[in-house]
């Protein structure tokens, strides 16, 4: 089946810092990909839309400038998260299409906790 | 707008015994169902999807769900409980021909399977 990785599972920074998360399709290749934001006991919000050699599609109220995508290749997309805050802190899932997969029909990564201190 | 909701926050089965996580959506036209399930600090895991044809849909780890488009709800079952399915479950919804972009979470239900 489909995989995606995400590094890394956890991290820690200082209020200030920039962290970045990494997001791989491991044995498909994916021009589009997805990264989300879960608060605790909370549904996945979208913040954006990744695509392959093109500008990020940001969700309405996400800023685009404090959450940095690229997507380098069709098996890498990264968010960073510049100048990060307290309020940052939160469970930050990627996911890929699988191509000819029916849409919705996606696979996440595990996950990635980050915590602003 | 698309929209899923699922009504419990919180679902506890015994071991063994039958369980329901339900959920209803909102969208127009014929829609594309999905259920994921969630572990403690993990991603999504995929569970099944309902596209079209059988309103019986056969998924991952003995799970199931029936589409009733009536009742606009997609319910998501298994005969028998095991401890190991206690997770966190989500309901999804994407409108026919829509991107995935327009994939749409429901609020998610905890399971607690009781031994």
């Known amino acids: 089946g489909a995989v995606v990785s995400q590094h890394p599972s956890r991290v820690i920074c200082k209020s200030g810092t920039s962290v970045k998360i990494e997001c791989r399709s491991l044995?498909?290749?994916?021009?589009?990909m997805f990264w989300y934001r879960q608060f605790p006991k909370q549904s996945l919000m979208l913040m954006a839309t990744?695509?392959?050699?093109?500008?990020?599609?940001?969700e309405q109220g996400v800023e685009k400038d404090k959450f940095l995508i690229n997507h380098a290749s069709l098996t890498l997309s990264t968010l960073t998260v510049t100048s990060a805050h307290p309020e940052d802190s939160s469970f930050y899932i990627c996911s890929a299409r699988v191509g000819g997969g029916a849409p919705g029909e996606q696979y996440f990564g595990p996950g990635t906790r980050l915590t602003v201190t | 707008a698309q929209s899923v909701a699922q009504p419990e926050d919180q679902v506890n089965v015994a071991e063994g015994n039958p369980l329901t996580v339900k959920c209803t959506y909102s969208v127009s036209g014929n829609p594309y169902l999905f259920w994921y399930v969630q572990y403690p600090n993990r991603g999504l895991q995929f569970l099944l999807k309902y596209i079209t044809g059988d309103n019986l849909v056969k998924g991952s780890y003995g799970f199931e769900a029936e589409f009733n488009k009536s009742q606009t709800s997609f319910h998501l079952k298994k005969p028998s409980a095991l401890v190991s399915d206690s997770a966190l479950y989500f309901c999804?919804?994407?409108?026919?021909?829509?991107?995935?972009?327009?994939?749409?979470f429901g609020s998610g239900t905890q399971l607690t399977v009781l031994p």
């Open positions: 999804a919804v994407s409108p026919p021909g829509g991107s995935a972009r327009q994939l749409t």
């Open positions: 990744s695509n392959e050699g093109s500008k990020a599609t940001y």
């Open positions: 044995d498909f290749q994916a021009t589009t």
